[in-house]
């Protein structure tokens, strides 16, 4: 397989040397394995002749023009974690130039890919318009502002198209790595996973931060801080858009535009989060369900379970 990670001045470095150093690793068990020939060919490759990390590391890149035709182009996120520097960072005029390129490689028959920030550049492209993507979830209602054509799916960490896939946040690069790998050879993938201990994190919802989220958009923050102090009480969307003035129908489409849920299901999300709290805590499993106004604690159990694919014990341990 032929790879081209598509490198820009600011890039998120962990997600640049992650996706370097999973496919290293996978040449180096291939050629232990007696493999003639590494599985993934592997080139940088910028629209400037080199680029500066975000970190301050410099790094000559190969020219597009001159690259080998890959199989796939990889986009790694610019390290632009907050709305505020990403929104400008995609106006740069090496970030325009990208895009351009990234439309010619889509249009000419070569599949994309992206993790983290680096899926707003796909968006931005147009390349994603009409299909499903994920995201950054910490990003996710920019995302949803700022392109609507695009179906966001925020709590998956990886969304496959045709010729196209989204990876979530940061080290969402890792699932990435694998899911590229999973194409050429589902056993490399798996020794990879084990040689680098890579768990299985099929979705990002058990790390979201439902506070954070809130934060985009100020009715949805104050809806945040009004249902926080009443989780043990039950949700009532009238009682909620009465506190808030406003009426039920603007509450639940501001949410459904900043968070790409309801509000009775963001509520539902932070009751997740504080049981969860609670139980790592080391509070009683009844005392927890109370507090979050659930009727017991067989019931928060298996909401738990459901919702994070951990159990009780599990989330004790941390």
Request: aromatic share 6%; net charge positive.
């Amino acid at each position: 397989m032929n790879l081209a990670i598509l490198a820009l001045d600011g890039v998120f470095d962990t997600g640049m040397t992650v996706l370097l150093d999973m496919f290293s690793t996978a040449n180096e068990l291939a050629a232990v394995q007696g493999s003639p020939h590494p599985p993934f060919d592997v080139a940088v490759v910028g629209v400037r002749p080199g680029i500066r990390t975000a970190l301050g590391l410099t790094m000559a890149v190969a020219s597009i023009e001159t690259v080998r035709r890959p199989d796939w182009v990889i986009v790694p996120a610019l390290n632009a974690k907050l709305p505020e520097r990403l929104v400008p960072a995609l106006a740069r005029p090496d970030v325009r130039d990208a895009l351009g390129h990234l439309r010619a490689w889509h249009a000419d028959g070569i599949s994309v890919g992206a993790s983290c920030v680096g899926t707003f550049l796909l968006a931005e492209s147009g390349v994603l318009d009409g299909r499903e993507a994920t995201t950054t979830w910490s990003l996710a209602p920019l995302f949803r502002q700022r392109y609507p054509q695009v179906r966001l799916d925020d709590g998956r960490m990886i969304v496959p198209g045709d010729r196209v896939v989204t990876a979530g946040a940061a080290m969402g690069h890792l699932d990435l790595a694998l899911w590229l790998m999973r194409q050429a050879s589902p056993e490399m993938a798996a020794l990879v996973a084990r040689f680098m201990l890579v768990d299985k994190r099929p979705s990002q919802a058990p790390y979201m931060i439902p506070d954070y989220l809130a934060h985009a958009d100020p009715l949805v923050e104050r809806f945040e801080r009004w249902a926080r102090a009443r989780l043990a009480a039950g949700f009532s969307l009238q009682e909620a858009a009465r506190a808030l003035a406003v009426t039920p129908r603007t509450l639940q489409r501001r949410t459904e535009a900043v968070l790409g849920k309801s509000p009775l299901a963001f509520f539902q999300d932070m009751r997740v989060e504080r049981a969860q709290h609670l139980i790592a805590i080391g509070q009683n499993l009844e005392t927890v369900a109370t507090e979050v106004g659930y009727a017991d604690g067989a019931t928060l159990r298996t909401l738990l379970r459901r919702r994070l694919g951990r159990g009780v014990r599990d989330l004790r341990l941390g």
